[in-house]
């Protein structure tokens, strides 16, 4: 109600001491807003200006300090920074950094569909029509084509009713799990699960218990001890792990939902396009039926080369999110350039299988070769995501970095990302490689290896050094 209307009826003397008094009210509402502050000062404006640029300085927060200290000790031992690296060309099994080509060890571009000629081609035709925006939420801005198309792909590729599109793989899990589960539930995850569903779990406010990784014994037990206690329960997994290239078992996971009555989401962020004969993920690697598992996610940022999430299952699922996750609902549709990529992207995989297989052949090369080297793979099966175990975070680094030196791109994986004992190097491989890119990769890594190994440094001693 405005002003006007609120003092209609009343007389002119009476009309301006109403007013005033609202104009008080707002006042002291402004004043008691900002109050902390004020209450902590003795009243004068300098003290007051103080005292907030104090409290938004986030270098005093004791994190922030920690990060510092962690980066002083990087420094103080002469190890260049390896994230953020400034790539000036696509990555694929190659890139460009700096004006320099390396062997490319570090790129989700699992099936080279990102600088793929179709894909570039529609990403730019969607441009030329839609623009680079569509402006707002599906719901109010409307629909566009491509939209629907690629949810229609998607549900086709994995075999289900429907799927549903969102902006970013991360807020897919976030918003997902977050709205589907609530205080009275229980969610189970892998303890190597991504923290994405991490995050939509803590948002749902269910009880999460986490089992060993890839433990299925320990989630059988886990679910005989709780399941009874909670309303709704949800099994969280992954079709391949990210940091560890492993998988799970997926006939016995349908059985164990089965029996004690749970949902199944798998995240098949790095499985799409990489297991299964023509690419269709973990459930065609095991010839499971699909629409056994209750909720596929996937991104559209590894094998769709694009960018943005999505979940794939019954129609009502599909139909229940459209109209009320947050994360969709309050979030802005696709972008025409990434949705006719993730579509195009789809179109290519199903038309050009070799590159599943090359894909597949190549990972089995890299590490059927880093086994035969005496490397630490760790619990990789060989599907696109091989590990190297250095055994610390620090010669983690300095190994990128030595890689870098001799042609080869590969990240190093560090706490807290991971235990600090199996801090690694993580090996992405493409259909692109080429077989002696590989043996190349694994022999140098051998012999910088052993040089790191050597090498003799104390990272708790130097962090208190620059404390
Ligand atoms: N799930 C898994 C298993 C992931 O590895 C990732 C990111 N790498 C995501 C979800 C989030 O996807 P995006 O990066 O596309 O937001």
Redesign the pocket.
């Known amino acids: 109600m405005t002003d006007d209307r609120k003092s209609k009826g009343l007389g002119a003397t009476e009309r301006a001491k109403l007013l005033e008094s609202l104009r008080a009210d707002k006042k002291s509402e402004r004043q008691s807003a900002g109050g902390g502050a004020a209450r902590n000062t003795r009243g004068s404006a300098t003290e007051l200006k103080t005292t907030s640029a104090r409290a938004f300085d986030f270098s005093t927060l004791p994190q922030v300090k920690q990060l510092a200290m962690q980066r002083a000790a990087a420094d103080l031992m002469g190890i260049d920074n390896p994230f953020f690296r400034p790539h000036d060309a696509l990555a694929a099994g190659e890139t460009v950094i700096d004006g320099r080509r390396y062997d490319n060890f570090a790129s989700?571009n699992y099936l080279g569909l990102n600088g793929h000629g179709d894909v570039t081609k529609a990403a730019k035709a969607a441009i030329e029509r839609f623009g680079t925006s569509v402006s707002a939420s599906r719901v109010v801005a409307g629909e566009r084509p491509f939209h629907g198309e690629l949810e229609r792909a998607l549900a086709d590729l994995h075999g289900v009713e429907d799927a549903i599109v969102m902006v970013?793989?991360?807020?897919?899990?976030v918003t997902t799990i977050g709205h589907l589960l609530g205080k009275s539930d229980l969610v189970l995850t892998d303890a190597l699960?991504?923290?994405?569903?991490s995050e939509g779990a803590r948002l749902s406010g269910a009880t999460r218990l986490n089992f060993r990784h890839n433990d299925l014994d320990a989630l059988e037990d886990l679910l005989a001890g709780n399941r009874h206690k909670y309303e709704r329960a949800l099994i969280a997994v992954?079709g391949i792990?990210?940091m560890d290239g492993d998988y799970p078992d997926l006939p016995r996971l349908l059985s164990l939902k089965q029996d004690y009555d749970a949902w199944l989401l798998v995240?098949e962020?790095?499985s799409m396009g990489v297991m299964g004969k023509t690419g269709r993920g973990i459930a065609e690697h095991f010839g499971v039926d699909p629409q056994a598992v209750d909720i596929w996610?996937g991104?559209?940022?590894?094998t769709f080369s694009a960018?943005?999430?999505y979940i794939a299952g019954s129609k009502s699922l599909c139909d229940y999110l459209r109209a009320t996750a947050p994360g969709f609902v309050f979030s802005v549709g696709l972008s025409p350039a990434l949705g006719a990529a993730a579509l195009a992207s789809i179109e290519v995989m199903k038309r050009e299988p070799e590159r599943i297989a090359r894909l597949q052949e190549n990972g089995r090369r890299f590490l059927e070769k880093a086994k035969a080297a005496g490397l630490n793979t760790g619990p990789s099966t060989g599907f696109a995501v091989v590990p190297v175990i250095v055994g610390d975070s620090p010669r983690a680094a300095i190994l990128s970095n030595r890689l870098l030196k001799r042609g080869i791109n590969a990240l190093p994986i560090i706490f807290p990302a991971v235990a600090e004992k199996s801090a690694r190097l993580r090996f992405f491989i493409t259909s692109e490689h080429t077989p002696d890119q590989i043996d190349r990769a694994v022999e140098i890594v051998a012999e910088e290896l052993t040089i790191v190994r050597g090498a003799d440094f104390d990272m708790a001693a130097l962090m208190s050094k620059s404390r």
């Open positions: 989700y970013s793989g991360h807020a897919t899990n699960i991504h923290n994405s569903i992954e792990y990210s995240d962020a790095h996610m991104t559209l940022s590894k960018c943005g999430g």
